[in-house]
């Protein structure tokens, strides 16, 4: 009996522990810029991103098909999809995540940090703005200025954490529910 | 940064000059315009990053040269890039293409104020 209370203990925990790792994906394209205006816009990408803590890792992703030439990336916010926000974080130089200079690349990996601050708002509202949908990535070009694809940044429930808390969880219903048949 | 006051049309002003493109990495105040950036691009082309404000227009100009006048000296300036109004805050990236000129000035205008 105490080393089902263990390893319940040990899944629930372990569950808690890789849920501090949120998952990211950021789908780029030219419709989510319609309310930008401009008719010609091409090209697709995709960025997948973790946070731990205040830090935002960019771990893999490429973009193709541009009308233009690359001249800037970056993570603005906040702004829901079909509004426009501030620059928060450069991806591009000199954080050099997006290389300029291309119309298709893969985006670089490495750990992004979020600063209190940074915009005017306090890291804990960052960190719920970025969970909440509210900011996104949006790749500028030589036709484009203001921006020709953009991908709004969305959680992705990590299906690892979800199996693992659930693991956790059935064991301890298991076990209690063999402790209140023993009675 | 300098501000100048320029007439009914243009009533905020803001010129950076560039000299050897040094690039510094501010981003402005809301509500100040403001270029955030120059840098080298490609070759010999420009990159003028600014953010801009809901409801209002931006123009970059440029200017290479400046000329003897009864005030002094003129500046003579060109429009590289005008940004409409839109509802929103945002930041656009403007590049300039003349790869001809070792020394440019840059401002940024902005309506209304």
Redo the contacts between chains.
């Keep these: 009996m105490k080393l089902r209370l263990i390893l319940s203990a040990l899944f629930i925990a372990a569950g808690v522990q890789v849920a501090s790792t949120q998952g990211f994906v950021s789908n780029l394209d030219t419709a989510q810029e319609a309310h930008?205006g401009g008719a010609g816009r091409t090209g697709s990408g995709q960025v997948y991103l973790y946070l731990t803590g205040s830090t935002l890792s960019i771990s893999n992703g490429a973009y193709s098909g541009l009308s233009g030439?690359v001249?800037?990336a970056?993570i603005?916010g906040p702004?829901a999809p079909g509004?426009?926000?501030?620059?928060l974080y450069?991806l591009s130089?000199?954080a050099g995540f997006i290389a300029?200079?291309g119309t298709s690349g893969a985006i670089t990996g490495g750990n992004l940090t979020l600063v209190d601050g940074t915009?005017?708002i306090s890291l804990a509202n960052q960190l719920s703005q970025l969970t909440s949908g509210q900011w996104y990535i949006?790749i500028?070009t030589?036709t484009f200025?203001?921006g020709e694809i953009r991908g709004q940044i969305t959680l992705v429930p990590e299906p690892t954490t979800a199996a693992v808390l659930l693991l956790g969880a059935g064991c301890a219903g298991l076990m209690l529910r063999r402790r209140q048949q023993a009675n | 940064m300098k501000r100048v006051l320029s007439g009914r049309s243009v009533d905020r002003v803001v010129t950076v000059a560039t000299v050897g493109l040094a690039a510094a990495?501010v981003?402005a105040d809301?509500g100040v315009p403001h270029i955030d950036i120059v840098?080298p691009?490609?070759t010999n082309q420009v990159?003028i990053?600014f953010?801009t404000d809901a409801n209002r227009a931006y123009t970059v100009q440029r200017c290479t040269s400046f000329v003897p006048s009864s005030n002094g000296v003129t500046a003579v300036w060109s429009n590289i890039?005008h940004?409409p109004a839109?509802p929103?805050?945002?930041?656009?990236?403007?590049?300039d293409t003349n790869k001809t000129l070792p020394v440019r000035f840059y401002r940024l205008m902005v309506t209304p104020q």
């Design positions: 930008n030439t001249t800037a970056h603005h702004a509004a426009n926000a501030s620059v450069f130089s000199p300029a200079g915009g005017g949006n500028h030589t200025g203001s | 990495v981003l809301a840098e691009f490609l990159l990053h953010n890039v940004v839109q929103f805050n945002d930041h656009f990236v403007a590049v």
